[in-house]
DNA sequence: TCGTAAACGGAGTGAAAACTCCGTATTGTC
DNA sequence: GACAATACGGAGTTTTCACTCCGTTTACGA
């Protein structure tokens, strides 16, 4: 997954890289994306070089940032899938919403189609949405797309309030889910298709969002 | 509301005022709001001394557009009021989100609380929700602040999918307004208080979003 | 039509930030 | 303990971009 394709890392280096992520997590939370690789590199007490021996590019170090929270969603996902009676959706929209409320840093980045573990995860939501849908704790007109939505929508709150609030979120996403329980009458548009959101390139970036 | 205080301006420094506006709009949504004045004046058709000329800063032109969207805002908001039967606040929520599709540009600094309209549209839409619960449109435990984060919650959808297909949003919003009908259960979170929301200063960009 | 105040274009400037280079230091193996 | 191989720091380079300056042009009242 990562840019390291050969023989291990040696310690220090190893530490460095650790130190770097979490590093980038806290500088690009606290300035936005577009806080200064230089800043990382002190923040993380590393010299410039060592940043970029590491990352190529500070897209790659970006990019670094989004697949461990992209790992992280498809465990919860996995960790979701085993709860009983089809509360497994909810239980994985709060607890990727909480995680990724940790890491506001690199959110804009993160819901971008191109990357290969997003579409593990979609596959794993349609599960939890079938699953929730047997057990009638959504309504029967509810899609994965709309659940696509609803995490774009939750991004939104988050990098509007930043993520020290769990309260902000908690209460958008009770919201969301009360208009996903089973209800009389059908949304009043159609669900957006799958391909549609295929082909959303993440806009308001001009780069493609994985170097 | 705008930068000119004194003389009204001369034709031609009108016309080109208004093309660097409309080009603003569609270079940022193409780029996003790092997109460089360069663009933005080869866009225009005019000069960079014509665009400084006009507008003191970047920070000075991307904020006459969100002033005009917020203008919007609150314009829909008026006429919205005037909607009987207590379905102001959706129709408020349609329009609004119709409009800010249209001008995705300049979304990510639209609703940072420093401008003084955001406060006027926050009074009116708590009129419309008022009078939303009246008529038991909505939910009894449906507070100001959740409308807020709804409307976060729909830029994020915007930012996202780009403004182009008014498909996403609508569906969106369909769950959205589903979660407000009223309910017998109440959400199960607290809602966000006021002063909670006026606290955040939109974190994602270091400076502050009005210039 | 003429004069002047206002506006125009766009090359030039300075600062900021991504990225490189290389002499020095550290790790881990024999 | 010595010696490669690997990693380190941070000053220097290059590029990008916001903003300025000034000689030329245009609008418009008299």
């Known amino acids: 997954m990562l840019v390291e394709g050969d ?7 190893a530490k460095n890289r650790e130190r770097l992520l979490r590093a980038a997590g806290q500088v690009f939370e606290a300035q936005g994306l577009e806080a200064s690789v230089a800043d990382v590199a002190r923040a993380a007490g590393v010299g410039m070089g060592t940043l970029y021996r590491r990352f ?13 929270v ?7 996902a996995e960790e979701a899938a085993e709860q009983p009676d089809g509360l497994g959706l909810e239980k994985f929209l709060a607890a990727s919403a909480s995680y990724e409320a940790e890491h506001v840093g690199c959110l804009p980045k993160v819901w971008c189609n191109d990357h290969e573990l997003i579409h ?16 009638h704790r959504v309504r029967e007109d509810l899609t994965t797309t709309d659940i696509t939505l609803a995490k ?60």
Chains 1, 2 share one sequence.
Do not use: F
């Open 7 to 13: 023989r291990p890392l040696r310690s220090d280096a």
């Open 56 to 68: 190529p590019s500070k897209d790659a170090l970006i990019d670094a940032l989004v697949t461990g």
């Open 70 to 76: 992209l790992e992280a969603t498809v465990a919860m």
């Open 120 to 135: 593990v995860a979609r596959r794993l939501i349609a599960r939890l949405l079938a699953d929730a849908k047997v057990h």
């Open 152 to 211: 774009w929508s939750i991004r939104g709150v988050l990098e509007t309030a930043g993520g020290t609030n769990p309260q902000i979120w908690q209460r958008h996403l009770d919201l969301l889910i009360a208009g996903m329980r089973p209800a009389g009458d059908k949304l009043p548009h159609r669900p957006v298709s799958q391909a549609q959101v295929d082909r959303i390139r993440y806009s308001s970036q001009a780069d493609p969002c994985v170097s």
